[in-house]
């Protein structure tokens, strides 16, 4: 039996944490390195729009809703290889898969703000 409820929550918490993790790159651009245009910092151009026609805190919020979108449809497209080596529990295989993928988005992200804060 799946738990949406908590699947949910984890990927609703993993994303909170990503579009943080980005704001406080683009506050840190804007305070050490102030002749840089901060936005156009972000790689992703999708979110690169959210924040140019919304503002960075509305920005970060749409753009959250369409990551947890994305994180969902992830899921459900790895389900279908997770059944192959786990049928009993192909959903939970699959979380764990986006899981880790999603964890390695984050710490790309912390690697930036550490790097854009003059920690590195």
Not at 8 to 17: E, G, T
Not at 23 to 35: D, G, H, R, T, V
Not at 57 to 71: A, N
Not at 72 to 77: I, K, R
């Amino acid at each position: 039996m799946v738990n949406w409820t908590t699947i949910m929550i984890i990927a609703i918490f993993l994303v909170s944490l990503d579009k943080i993790i980005t704001i406080a790159n683009i506050k840190a651009i804007e305070k050490n390195y102030p002749k840089i245009n901060a936005i156009q910092i972000e790689k992703n151009p999708l979110a690169k729009f959210a924040f140019t026609k919304a503002g960075l805190f509305w920005g970060s919020i749409l753009y959250g809703i369409f990551s947890v979108g994305t994180f969902m449809f992830a899921l459900y497209l790895f389900y279908f290889p997770a059944k192959a080596y786990s049928p009993g529990n192909a959903w939970g295989v699959s979380l764990y898969v986006i899981m880790i993928a999603y964890s390695f988005v984050i710490m790309n992200n912390f690697y930036f703000f550490l790097r854009y804060n003059k920690f590195l």
